[in-house]
């Protein structure tokens, strides 16, 4: 009975946590939009969501009379603890599409100082560590990778992105 409160905490943190964030990046899309930030790859945004939505709806389906492995959820909370310094450090500017505002310097506080794309780090451990709490591991495996491949093709679209306005507008050494 207590497992399965626990259960349906886990997975209603998580799916809150999706929702909000979707929020959030909404409100931040419209500001950034209206800046004259200009969105790039918008055709990959469909898949990302429909790939988070498939996770989320998998482990609603598959993780009930399963045990919940402490040493996972201690981890995934941790993650959600770098989520939110991801969140707080690019505040207005995070949004979970690619916007670049022409003129904006690029990030290089908080966890961007130590990686150049935190939150995607953050996002592939999620993905493999959700299902993981549950002892999913063929699950975890077969996200992870599907992860990747949607990674692999939004931090491409991302570098790209950032690259162009570089090219519009020279920096001086170590900005």
Not at 21 to 43: D, I, K, S
Not at 135 to 155: D, E, Q
Request: hydrophobic letters at 55%.
């Amino acid at each position: 009975m207590l497992a399965d409160w626990l259960t349906f905490a886990i997975l209603a943190l998580l799916t809150a946590q999706r929702l909000g964030e979707l929020v959030y990046a909404r409100a931040n899309t419209r500001r950034l939009l209206r800046a004259g930030g200009q969105e790039h790859c918008a055709g990959q945004y469909p898949l990302i969501v429909a790939l988070h939505a498939a996770w989320l709806a998998g482990l609603w389906m598959l993780v009930w009379d399963r045990p919940i492995l402490p040493g996972f959820l201690a981890a995934l909370a941790a993650l959600q603890v770098l989520r939110l310094w991801v969140l707080l450090t690019l505040g207005r500017r995070w949004t979970t599409r690619v916007i670049v505002v022409p003129g904006e310097k690029l990030v290089r506080a908080g966890p961007y100082r130590i990686l150049r794309h935190p939150n995607y780090a953050i996002v592939a451990a999620e993905i493999a560590c959700g299902p993981l709490v549950f002892g999913l591991l063929g699950y975890a495996i077969t996200f992870s990778v599907a992860n990747a491949a949607v990674l692999w093709m939004r931090i491409r679209c991302e570098e790209a992105a950032l690259a162009s306005i570089a090219a519009e507008r020279p920096c001086a050494p170590g900005t």
